[in-house]
């Protein structure tokens, strides 16, 4: 689901037209970054929660030389599940048929 799918959804739910709720749907993303630009945990329940970790500083090499590289310590996103959206993906969503 992309972007445009979500807010064409929320639209049609709530019969607000879709620059409304594509107004509101980029208000909650921009709060969400915003918010983690700064420092801040977001916490979603039933969906998840958003936070932000350091990764440190490592060794890696590039593939195609061998060659050593030194990867900078950085901050990065992250997003964990809640017990309520892992129990709705595995036993209410479609699973994916083995090959």
Known sequence: MTK???VEEISRQTGLNKKDTSIVVNEIIGNI??????????????????????????????????????VPAKLVPFFKASNELKARVNHDGIRPQSL
């Open 33 to 70: 970054c915003r918010a983690l630009a700064e420092g801040d945990k977001v916490e979603l329940r039933g969906f998840g929660s958003f936070k932000v970790k350091e990764r440190r500083a490592r060794k890696a090499r590039n593939p195609r030389t061998g060659a050593g590289v030194h």
């Open 4 to 6: 445009a799918d979500l």
